[in-house]
């Protein structure tokens, strides 16, 4: 199975490197690579790892992202650097926005109020995320007993940090991500590989906005998705 682009993104091995000043570092994790080590899986190479090899130095992830899901990823570059960003994480004035292709016609913006339990069990927490629509398109492939089918490209920000709760999100508002093999919907995936050569999530971490935590300064910080991802942008039209 292919991949938008391999856990080794540049020919030298090197993490692509968004931003990075004497505090923060911040990186366009490709798709397919786990963000730190877990008792999950038997992936071998790691972003953290790889970073704290390509920098030379300790570094602390700020926030996660799912292997399937590329685009930024926030690392502080000192301990009392990340104890400030997680301090703004707890407060929730970080802002994460997030590219989503969803199955349908997603309405023009919305909230979903769902809350969602970890890993599905247990007692479930308030989760929050806001959405918006940024283009529609219907394509002349039939699927089910539709012959037609309907995606939409979405800006999706999540209020709350809960463990897959954009996935889990928009399968809750009957619009699964495309690509998602837990939470999707197998016909569409399957409708991505045959006519786009698209085998990933199509999920990005687009952008984050923060304050410097050592002068207090407002940060955007963005990325685009390239690869698959991109060439499925490029159906859309987007103006």
């Not at 071998?44 to 700020?62: E, K, N, S, T, Y």
């Not at 012959?147 to 490209?153: F, I, N, Q, V």
């Amino acid at each position: 199975m292919s991949q938008d682009r391999p856990p080794s993104a540049r020919s030298d091995g090197a993490l692509p490197i968004v931003y990075r000043d004497d505090w923060l570092c911040a990186i366009d994790k490709p798709c397919g690579l786990m963000v730190h080590r877990s008792n999950r899986g038997t992936d071998q190479r790691f972003a953290m790892q790889m970073l704290r090899d390509q920098l030379g130095q300790r570094v602390f992830p700020i926030h996660r992202l799912d292997r399937a899901t590329s685009g930024l990823l926030l690392f502080a570059l000192d301990a009392d650097t990340a104890a400030r960003l997680g301090e703004q994480m707890m407060a929730r004035t970080v802002i994460k926005r997030y590219l989503v292709v969803a199955r349908g016609h997603v309405d023009d913006e919305g909230l979903i109020d769902h809350p969602l339990a970890p890993d599905g069990k247990g007692v479930a927490k308030e989760a929050h995320t806001r959405y918006r629509c940024l283009a529609r398109i219907e394509l002349p492939f039939a699927v089910g007993r539709y012959p037609t089918s309907r995606y939409s490209l979405v800006m999706a920000q999540p209020l709350t940090g809960r463990m897959h709760q954009i996935r889990r999100h928009f399968k809750h508002i009957f619009h699964p991500v495309i690509g998602d093999t837990t939470y999707g919907e197998g016909r569409h995936n399957r409708l991505f590989r045959q006519h786009f050569g698209c085998h990933r999530l199509l999920l990005h971490a687009r952008e984050l906005i923060f304050q410097h935590p050592a002068d207090q300064r407002s940060m955007t910080l963005s990325v685009q998705p390239d690869g698959e991802f991109q060439r499925v942008i490029e159906r859309f039209e987007v103006p």
